[in-house]
């Protein structure tokens, strides 16, 4: 009778149980990243650290950038609850703070989950078109921001000629660019005075309110931390 291990797929049975071979291969991966870099992410080496035989993962994995394109969409699965629990806490009454909570939901995640939003973010590391998930829930992020951005329009809250495809583009890269800043160590030189997490929040509440009318601002807006968050 054949067991576990001697199929090659249990040979640490406190590392990889039955049915996780998956998770079991993320969870190395990142390891790996986490203590050497992206560059030393192997399909052979995430097995043995997984403690699998090497031929085990490629069933699942045929490459190493199939395996980081796993890494993403465990990354995107985790970011988009970050953004959703954000906007729970705020709700959806207005339009303009439930936009703002995408971004904080955005920082907050990348902020503490800062291997994971290296992978997501270098299409060089993953295959990002041929991930339908990946390519889905961008797509949706994108596509509530645009109906958040619609709904202030009509309120009165943006001119009307506001573009919105550039708006969108626009705070993504501004929220990517403070998360980039804060994880790759900027702000000791850009802004030494708060604590990055406190910082990222001020800066996106700016940029907020800079996009919308002054006069139709709501006054019920999230408090900001006064302490590293």
């Keep these: 009778m054949t067991s576990p291990t001697d199929s090659g797929e249990a040979a640490n049975p406190k590392r990889y149980h039955h049915g996780n071979l998956v998770e079991a291969l993320i969870a190395a991966t990142v390891e ?134 550039h708006l969108v583009l626009a705070a993504r890269a501004f929220v990517y660019g403070l998360a980039r800043m804060a994880i790759d160590g900027h702000f000791p030189e850009w802004h030494p005075s708060e604590p990055p997490s406190l910082a990222v929040w001020k800066a996106l509440r700016l940029f907020i309110s800079q996009m919308t009318n002054p006069e139709t601002q709501s006054h019920e807006r999230p408090e900001v931390a006064s302490g590293d968050r």
């Excluded at 090497?54 to 970011?79: C, I």
């Design 32 to 165: 790996i990243i986490e203590e050497r870099g992206a560059e030393h992410v192997s399909v052979r080496e995430a097995a043995k650290r997984a403690g699998v035989s090497p031929g085990a993962p490629f069933r699942h994995f045929r490459s190493k950038s199939a395996l980081l394109t796993a890494v993403a969409e465990q990354a995107m699965n985790r970011l988009t609850e970050a953004v959703a629990d954000a906007q729970s806490k705020v709700g959806t009454a207005d339009p303009i703070v439930a936009f703002e909570a995408i971004g904080q939901g955005y920082l907050e995640w990348a902020i503490s989950n800062p291997t994971h939003f290296q992978i997501i973010s270098s299409r060089t590391l993953i295959d990002f078109d041929a991930s339908d998930s990946l390519r889905d829930q961008n797509e949706a992020v994108r596509r509530k921001m645009i109906d958040l951005l619609t709904q202030a329009q009509q309120q009165g809250r943006l001119a009307p000629d506001t573009d919105f495809d």
